[in-house]
């Protein structure tokens, strides 16, 4: 199975910041990676796919790059909104995994 | 508008059974691949099963490969999982998700969800 390990698993950072997480997979998945927002209480909600492919809906403060093993999501100008958690997830092969998921904490 | 519900969660005896079921509505059901993901209290996402658009293929996690098994019912618009062997680790909020492109198992990834049923095993 494929290991997929974000980092940091925690960040603290202030509105206005540019924040970058980052996701290594245990061996290549080519550019099959997205990342979701996820908000207490709520259902994931997809954010970028194929690794930097913006999702309709999301704000263009999020990017996403990385082929092969390394990727990383970034938000260009932190918000109140996105302090929340996110999850990277690769889809090149079954099984499917997810990282262990990174929370951005107000500093 | 796309919507996922699902049902089915409840408080079960470890080694006992439930039935777990994703009423879509909104799109063609029949076009897309289906998969369940789970979330353990206070933990990270884990895929759980996923099923081809046409239910032809099946793919789970191997954590519940031999309990669990997924199906679809065209005529229903429904998703389903069977959960049989249950077990606590299994204790999570059950989601049930859709794809993000049509007639195909692979490279398309979640793009819509429900918003979960919980299944809690107890020992």
């Known amino acids: 199975d494929i290991q997929m390990t974000q980092s940091p698993s925690t960040l603290s950072a202030s509105v206005g910041d540019r924040v970058t997480i980052t996701c290594r997979a245990s061996q290549s998945i080519s550019s099959w990676l997205a990342w979701y927002q996820q908000k207490p209480g709520k259902a994931p909600n997809l954010l970028i796919y194929?690794?930097?492919s913006l999702e309709s809906g999301v704000p263009s403060r999020f990017s996403g790059s990385g082929s092969g093993t390394d990727f990383t999501l970034t938000i260009s100008s932190l918000q109140p909104d996105d302090f929340t958690t996110y999850y990277c997830?690769?889809?090149?092969?079954?099984?499917?995994?997810f990282g262990q998921g990174t929370k951005v904490e107000i500093k | 508008q796309e919507q996922l519900v699902e049902s089915g969660g409840g408080v079960v005896q470890s080694g006992r059974s439930l039935r777990l079921s994703c009423e879509a509505s909104g799109f063609t059901f029949s076009n897309f691949a289906m998969h369940w993901v789970r979330q353990a209290p206070g933990k990270g996402l884990e895929w759980v099963a996923g099923?081809?658009?046409?239910?032809?293929?099946?793919y789970y996690a191997d954590s519940v490969k031999g309990r669990f098994t997924i199906s679809r019912d065209k005529s229903q618009n429904t998703l389903s999982l069977q959960m049989n062997s249950l077990r606590t680790e299994d204790t999570a909020l059950y989601y049930c998700a859709r794809v993000n492109g049509w007639y195909s198992d692979y490279y398309y990834t979640l793009n819509v969800w429900g918003q979960g049923t919980t299944v809690t095993v107890s020992s």
């Open positions: 194929k690794a930097s």
């Open positions: 099923i081809s658009y046409d239910g032809s293929h099946q």
């Open positions: 997830q690769q889809y090149n092969s079954y099984p499917w995994t």
